[in-house]
């Protein structure tokens, strides 16, 4: 843990806070999604369909005809579609991170090196620039690579993220020290907390959006095991350990709120998944949540309730 003075010049909301907009993209790369376009689609019109229904501004990037016209109708008139080039469509990591710096609404922008030269796609580098237009957001340049997912904030200073991601030589190369002072710079960071590791298997070297979270000011949810096979048990205890020892940006003991993880999850081709219900995003009025039909969902989703 680290505390900081912060710039004071910059102020990240929290999640949430109230929105203006929600960003995605409509998957259109075949090839990205092993050939199956349909599962994804899907997934990605009912997400929409459910902030819509909650009254959220939803905005969807589409990148070519096909792309355009199977969003069009799978979601209708519920979301904006905008023409746009993207690689990946998970946003959160390459789109901006919206903030207030001297009175103004900021787009912070980063780097990228496809999670540490994983999955180099085409235009995930300027896809967050072009959000950042269309938004209307002047935009804030830092030179070193760092994904949105790697980090979460509580509005008031206070961040999460993991030595795995931000200390991993595939990114900056960065000494726990320079990280600090990078996430000082970008985010006016007064108390940085750090988790060791993420979640077995994870190809984004274990990002914070997948295993922590602020819910509130002081409060953070984590993931409990879901059983004896459970491969990520240690992991998610050692996590739970190191949030209830830690204290916020003012000073406040963390209340750690622990869900039922997923516990053994298995992919199409039989690998252990990096399943987790953490991943959830809050809009305006609604929390939309990962599920995988096993047994522990109910009890994860009356948690985060």
Request: aromatic content about 6%; some cysteine.
């Amino acid at each position: 843990m680290a505390e900081t003075k912060g710039n004071a010049t910059v102020s990240v909301p929290a999640e949430w806070a109230p929105q203006a907009a929600m960003w995605t993209a409509w998957p259109a790369d075949a090839e990205e999604w092993g050939g199956d376009l349909d599962s994804p689609r899907q997934d990605v019109a009912a997400l929409v369909h459910a902030l819509a229904q909650a009254g959220n501004r939803v905005r969807v990037l589409v990148s070519g005809e096909d792309a355009e016209t199977t969003a069009r109708a799978a979601i209708g008139a519920v979301a904006d579609l905008v023409p746009g080039k993207y690689g990946d469509i998970w946003l959160r990591d390459t789109g901006p991170i919206f903030a207030h710096a001297g009175g103004r609404k900021v787009a912070l922008r980063f780097a990228t090196n496809s999670w540490g030269g994983k999955y180099d796609l085409p235009d995930d580098a300027t896809v967050g620039d072009d959000v950042a237009r269309h938004a209307g957001s002047p935009i804030t340049r830092f030179p070193f690579v760092l994904e949105g997912g790697a980090v979460d904030q509580d509005g008031e200073g206070t961040i999460l993220t993991t030595r795995q991601t931000l200390l991993n030589p595939n990114r900056n190369g960065w000494t726990k020290a320079q990280a600090e002072a990078a996430l000082v710079e970008a985010f006016g960071a007064r108390k940085i907390i750090w988790i060791d590791e993420g979640l077995k298997n994870d190809h984004t070297d274990g990002h914070i959006d997948n295993i922590a979270r602020f819910v509130a000011p002081g409060r953070v949810v984590c993931q409990a095991p879901a059983g004896p096979d459970d491969p990520n048990a240690e992991t998610l205890n050692a996590i739970a350990a190191t949030l209830a020892g830690s204290t916020d940006a003012a000073g406040r003991k963390l209340d750690v709120v622990r869900v039922p993880g997923v516990g053994l999850y298995r992919n199409k081709l039989g690998e252990i998944s990096p399943a987790s219900h953490m991943n959830f995003i809050i809009a305006n009025g609604i929390v939309v949540v990962p599920v995988y039909g096993t047994e522990t969902q109910a009890a994860a989703l009356e948690a985060l309730q």
